[in-house]
């Protein structure tokens, strides 16, 4: 096949819009799975999760899917209940995210936890849960299922993993990067896999998406954990230093940490084990931040593995979704600017 070479950092400033048209009239067809299957006798549920669902999200999971079914020339509707189970998974990991971190905010609303109560939005996650593995099923394709139920179990596995390394401040930069590759890469991983299963490509297409998606997960959620010390909560959907007051070692935090003279570093330590959370200590997080250049080199980090979604890719044909698909890592990296 024939390739062309990719590089971030393009001057027109790169946008989510080709992905967004490349894909609407699928998402359309995919949002009416998303609303049908949400729905229950029992009222709070679809109240609850179309508050979450319908929040804001750019929906960048199941687009991937659909932008990588494009990619590969499918032209079948399987990958649309896919895509919408693919939805209901992250949607679920964050109704249980939001209780696990206690969390008022996200996509700039307040959380379902903040406004249903604890309970209720950990049962409507088990439901989402519920409806992504019906669609599965109904799929019929083992392998998909194989898939998506392995990512969903690992997206657990990180999420206590995480848990297990709040307030450690000897958190290094390995078990991190293990975490995010968990947590977040995983299901954009799965997300970009499953659409060579259902166009039935060889093996070699299914890991070339697995590893597009895998790559732009990692890239997007350093991305996040840089901008929760450079942004406000009208840019990031939730507010500015919820990672330093929850405990997380994120990567900023782990190269400020490592690069610290002995009193910066008993700052975070104190910082980290929660005996600092002020508002004037989130700002002296900050200024250390920038002092060591953590942010910069966590960003730095983004650029590399977006490039690397970027070459994983490089083989298929060009065309719109192949250029879709590169604009939308350029997109995700260049968030923080």
Known sequence: MSATIHRLGSERPPSLEPMLELVAPDMNLVNAVILDRMQSDIPL????????????????????????????????????????????IHTATLLHDDVVDSSDLRRGRRTANIIWGNPASVLVGDFLFSRSFELM?????????????????VIAEGEVNQLTATRRIDLGEERYLEIIGAKTAALFAAACRIAAVVAERPEADELALDAYGRNLGIAFQLVDDAIDYVSDAGTMGKDA??????????????????????????????????????????AEAVRLIRATRAVDDTLARARHYGQRAIDAIGGFPNGAAKDAMVEAVEFAVARAY
Not at 137 to 153: C, T
Not at 256 to 263: I, K, L, M, P, Q
């Open 45 to 88: 549920i679809p109240e609850l999760a179309g508050h979450l669902i319908a929040g804001g999200g750019k929906r960048m999971r199941p687009m991937l899917t659909l932008a990588s079914a494009r990619l590969l020339g499918y032209s079948g509707a399987r990958h649309h209940k896919l895509a919408a189970a693919v939805e209901f």
């Open 241 to 282: 230093g919820d990672d330093f007051r929850e405990g997380k070692m994120t990567l900023p935090v782990i190269l400020a940490y490592a690069r610290g003279s002995d009193s910066e570093r008993v700052f975070w330590q104190e910082a980290v084990s929660g005996r600092r959370a002020a508002d004037t200590d989130f």
């Open 137 to 153: 099923v109904e799929d019929g394709s083992l392998k998909v299922l194989k898939i998506l139920s392995n990512a969903s179990a």
